[in-house]
């Protein structure tokens, strides 16, 4: 079945400091893949998407290129803020007419510190 | 324009009883998904609901159903309630044929 896996956490930044959160993942055809960022005590909240290969999807400074032949998702921003601290969830979306389509699979969250 | 809204914000039950968390899509959303989120894990996909029928399901028991009502609005039930069922539940919701889901703040059950 379909699976996400994130780099394990925690990771710990300055601010200012180029991050980056690796996500890699398994599906059967052609899925769409998404980053959530989940801030404490919220639910969680759609940072940025890519429908197809080679797609880049992009949201507040935040970066991610769908690859398909490396099968990754990598989120990326040029310079942290503390506001940026917070649980990032990598996520794919099933292929229609799949048995996975409708639902979104999680990798297990990466929690992001940035310190002054 | 209100986003996707859930109620309770926190529910405390013990263990054997039944729960009932309620949801009200996003404007313009015909399709309400739910997710269970354990502490420090990511949310694991429940069940989808569409046209008021389940459309999709995970691998949860049949002790959690939902509903979903012609307003699009949406119920899970879990009965017979275990320690493990505590957690952060989320819904998402949706537009038909779309893949992104938006999600409302959840509803936080602690099973006693």
């Known amino acids: 079945g379909d699976s996400v896996t994130q780099m394990e956490g925690p990771v710990t930044l300055s601010e200012e400091a180029f991050l980056t959160i690796n996500c890699t993942y398994t599906?059967?055809?052609?899925?769409?893949l998404f980053w959530y960022v989940q801030y404490p005590g919220e639910g969680l909240q759609l940072l940025l998407k890519?429908?197809?290969?080679?797609d880049k999807g992009s949201n507040k400074g935040f970066e991610a290129t769908y690859r398909k032949e490396t099968t990754s998702f990598h989120l990326e921003k040029g310079s942290v803020q503390v506001s940026d601290s917070a649980v990032y969830f990598c996520a794919l979306g099933g292929s229609a007419g799949g048995t996975s389509y409708g639902k979104l699979t999680f990798g297990q969250g990466t929690i992001l510190t940035v310190h002054p | 324009d209100a986003g996707v809204t859930q109620s309770p914000t926190h529910l405390i039950k013990t263990r054997g009883q039944q729960v009932t968390l309620r949801c009200s899509p996003k404007?313009?959303?015909?399709?309400v998904s739910w997710y269970q989120q354990a502490l420090g894990q990511g949310p694991q996909f429940i069940f989808q609901?569409?046209?008021?029928?389940?459309?999709q399901r995970g691998n949860f028991p049949d002790r959690f159903s939902g509903h979903q009502f012609p307003n699009y609005s949406s119920e899970l039930n879990v009965n017979a309630l275990l320690l493990g069922d505590s957690a952060l539940y989320l819904c998402a919701s949706s537009e038909t044929g779309a893949r992104e889901q938006f999600f409302g703040p959840g509803t936080r059950l602690t099973v006693l």
């Open positions: 404007s313009g959303h015909d399709t």
């Open positions: 599906a059967t055809g052609y899925p769409s």
């Open positions: 890519a429908t197809k290969a080679d």
């Open positions: 609901y569409y046209e008021e029928e389940e459309r």
